[in-house]
């Protein structure tokens, strides 16, 4: 199994462009989550989604849009893009059990917004 | 609000020298709190789950544990492959089982 998966790994994007990250996941996991690192921040929020077609907002979701149209694909994308977007971007997966339930995380996609 | 707190920002450690990493939490009902390792230029690798007080959890060199206000991660006779940042989340009871994370420990275990 691959786990979750992102691409692109990198991105330079230029202000006002727009673009799209996709995740996926093969462990057929119900929920998956969009976060952004920041230095200092640690990880937040952006969107969110608890199943195929509902998608929910997050800590920081301004600036951005989501798509989940096949359980196992969550899209992050940036309509026009802003400095303040730069940042690296993480999706995760998890089942949800009846008590907690721990996340997995794909390797990252690094942007930058010039 | 929730919130997650994180001490020591960083911490050196000589190769063998055992020590405590502090995740304090202020919740309104607490479902889990996770640990997490996470490497440069790498995703958060998941560590432990505890759920109540009094709960502990090891791996290899990692011991975590869960008080009422607090998780501690003790890590004993760390080696250098230990060098990571080290993350704290909580899931909070109604929510849609996301984390709220604190900023992390970077720790580094000198030979």
């Known amino acids: 199994n691959a786990g979750v998966t992102q691409t692109p790994k990198f991105r330079v994007l230029k202000t006002g462009q727009s673009m799209t990250l996709l995740c996926a996941q093969d462990?057929?996991?119900?929920?998956m989550y969009w976060y952004r690192q920041d230095p200092g921040m640690g990880l937040r929020l952006i969107h969110y989604?608890?199943?195929?077609?509902?998608?929910a907002k997050g800590e920081v979701p301004d600036g951005y849009n989501v798509s989940r149209l096949k359980k196992q694909n969550f899209l992050l994308g940036l309509e026009s893009a802003a400095p303040s977007q730069t940042s690296v971007y993480f999706c995760?997966?998890?089942?949800?059990?009846?008590?907690?339930?721990?996340?997995?995380f794909g390797p990252g996609t690094r942007l930058t917004v010039l | 609000e929730d919130q997650v707190t994180q001490s020591p920002e960083a911490l050196r450690l000589q190769e063998g020298e055992s020590s405590s990493l502090n995740c304090s939490y202020t919740?309104?009902?607490?479902?889990?709190l996770f640990w997490y390792r996470q490497d440069p230029g790498k995703g958060p690798e998941f560590l432990f789950t505890?759920?109540?007080a009094g709960e502990e959890k090891e791996k290899e060199r990692l011991k975590a544990t869960l008080t009422k206000k607090e998780s501690f991660l003790h890590i004993t006779a760390p080696k250098p492959e230990d060098s990571a940042t080290y993350l704290c989340?909580?899931?909070?009871?109604?929510?849609?089982?996301?984390?709220?994370f604190g900023s992390g420990t970077q720790l580094t275990v000198l030979p």
């Open positions: 919740v309104s009902g607490l479902r889990g």
């Open positions: 995760a997966s998890s089942y949800p059990r009846r008590g907690a339930s721990e996340q997995f």
């Open positions: 505890l759920y109540s």
């Open positions: 989604s608890v199943g195929e077609g509902t998608t």
């Open positions: 989340a909580v899931q909070i009871v109604g929510s849609a089982r996301q984390l709220t």
């Open positions: 462990m057929n996991h119900e929920y």
